[in-house]
């Protein structure tokens, strides 16, 4: 593929911005890779890895750059918009891959010049890692990265966008900022919260100690606790800004969940039967969607029959 | 490997039967072994792939058996062990593989003839496929099998289980009935009846369709989905006989969620941030215990840096 934007900027330099920039360059996307952490040994790493050239600051690194990514935690993308804002290039695009929308836009908007796009985006990719070393340049392959474009938008703009994006792997769809922050509570922000949650309540237990959670952690909390793995700080500003969306779940959540704990306290199978069946149609969904391995228990085991 | 027990029967021959069956036979630990099913069409398939017999019926299935292993639903563990009782040799050891060991013994030991020899099992292996062609010979290799003895079994006859058990690549631990239904409700009941309700909530939503669901299952949702895929019929069971642990479990569970949600409303981004490292600890606990994989995404993605 040929270049997309001559010079990338980089504004904070986790998973998602190593594996953008590993990308980027396998398929030669960006002529320049620029970055900026605000950590010295995080920027060493970046400079040794992925980047062509790390800055000091953010201010410095956007200079001349006709993309800028922010990929820093969400409640850290208003000081930092306020920081690039007067040397952002006229024309530049910025985008940032915060995992809530609502929150990003209302702190990063008012900062942004007229002449430059503001492009808000999602990635929805990851790993239980973080940090400048966790990067791979097939973490986007054939997942979703959803943008919230606004009616101001240029469309031209927004398919040069789309285009790096699919250029690094991703499959792009776009949609309405308060419609994805409920989508994403949704499949997203909601498990992390109840993983979290059950993880917790194991640590708690006195009657079951630590070493016997851990040895019998059986599928199931093993799974949980991949997912109570991730990043804190990206966790805790997630929940904090997408609150109203995940607080309706959450009340949506232990409804039902009182429902089965009512159900198995009286003692009807049946209920528990067809809802457990119910569920099971909605993996098939997902599997046949192409968003997930069909070998049982993701492939850990060694030979992959599906049952019959 | 010799041969431990010259005749073992299988009562019921789904995924652990099947996987029982495979590797018993891979490492030559059972001269013989014969099947039994209430279906014709998993009996057929079990003649083809892992039995050297196939009986109708389960009466007929233990004669001569030196080992029997009731691999049904929990529900049907009373009236399949009333059927064969007459029928047991003489000091042969019969076992079971429900996950609930309280409610098995309550439902199975009263029927079990003096000179037979019944200890308790529960393996902590499993995929989200069941029946009879899901088996594969290394889904016990290095994953715990819970045996749970009573002060009168025999200990020659433990030792002998322990041996087949290990022989089959399982680790084998013994511990009391009431405390093994108290760890797997932590472990794996509850989380699992957690992974259905998530699964259930979004399939009510009204503002998000079934499709956006599906699409954007991103990590975390994902996970649940594989979870909530599992047999129908052993959860409703083991829900409905392990319900005084998993309903306390449940309880601590809201409590410990209704403490992170209100948290999120007051914007107490500390408590979260404090929260979430504990659980990273937990995780990092169960690699070190080699019960899960320390590749990012459990291995899906590509290439597996762990991050700095």
């Given at each position: 593929m040929s270049v997309i934007y001559p010079r990338v900027a980089l504004i904070g330099l986790g998973l998602i911005a190593s594996s953008m920039a590993h990308a980027m360059r396998a398929q030669g996307l960006a002529a320049e890779i620029i970055g900026h952490a605000r950590s010295a040994e995080t920027r060493a790493v970046a400079r040794?890895?992925?980047?062509?050239?790390?800055?000091?600051?953010?201010?410095?690194?956007?200079?001349?750059?006709?993309?800028?990514?922010?990929?820093?935690?969400?409640?850290?993308?208003?000081?930092?918009?306020?920081?690039?804002?007067?040397?952002?290039?006229?024309?530049?695009?910025v985008t940032d891959v915060g995992s809530v929308k609502g929150a990003v836009v209302e702190a990063v908007a008012p900062h942004i010049p007229?002449?430059?796009?503001?492009?808000?985006?999602?990635?929805?990719?990851?790993?239980?890692?973080?940090?400048?070393?966790?990067?791979?340049?097939?973490?986007?392959?054939?997942?979703?990265?959803?943008?919230?474009?606004?009616a101001e938008t240029d469309a031209a703009e927004l398919a040069r966008l789309r285009s790096l994006l699919e250029g690094i792997g991703a499959k792009v769809d776009t949609m309405d900022v308060a419609h994805h922050d409920l989508v994403v509570a949704v499949v997203s922000h909601a498990p992390h919260l109840i993983a979290y949650t059950m993880v917790g309540v194991a640590d708690h237990m006195r009657r079951v100690s630590q070493s016997e959670i851990v040895q019998y952690s059986a599928t199931g909390f093993r799974d949980f606790t991949r997912i109570a793995a991730s990043d804190p700080t990206m966790w805790r500003d997630v929940f904090l800004t997408n609150k109203d969306a995940v607080?309706?779940?959450?009340?949506?959540?232990?409804?039902?969940?009182?429902?089965?704990?009512?159900?198995?306290?009286?003692?009807?199978?049946?209920?528990?039967?067809?809802?457990?069946?119910?569920?099971?149609?909605?993996?098939?969904?997902?599997?046949?969607?192409?968003?997930?391995?069909a070998a049982p228990d993701f492939g850990r085991g060694a030979e992959p029959p599906r049952g019959g």
């Open positions: 040794e890895l992925f980047c062509d050239r790390v800055c000091e600051t953010a201010a410095e690194a956007v200079q001349g750059a006709d993309l800028v990514v922010l990929a820093v935690p969400i409640g850290a993308m208003g000081a930092i918009a306020a920081e690039i804002a007067p040397h952002l290039k006229p024309g530049a695009v007229p002449g430059v796009h503001f492009i808000p985006g999602h990635p929805m990719a990851g790993t239980e890692y973080s940090g400048p070393r966790s990067g791979f340049a097939t973490l986007f392959q054939n997942r979703w990265w959803l943008l919230t474009p606004g607080l309706d779940i959450l009340g949506r959540f232990t409804e039902e969940l009182f429902v089965l704990q009512r159900a198995i306290r009286m003692g009807d199978g049946d209920h528990l039967h067809a809802y457990f069946t119910r569920t099971r149609a909605i993996r098939r969904g997902i599997i046949e969607a192409g968003q997930d391995t």
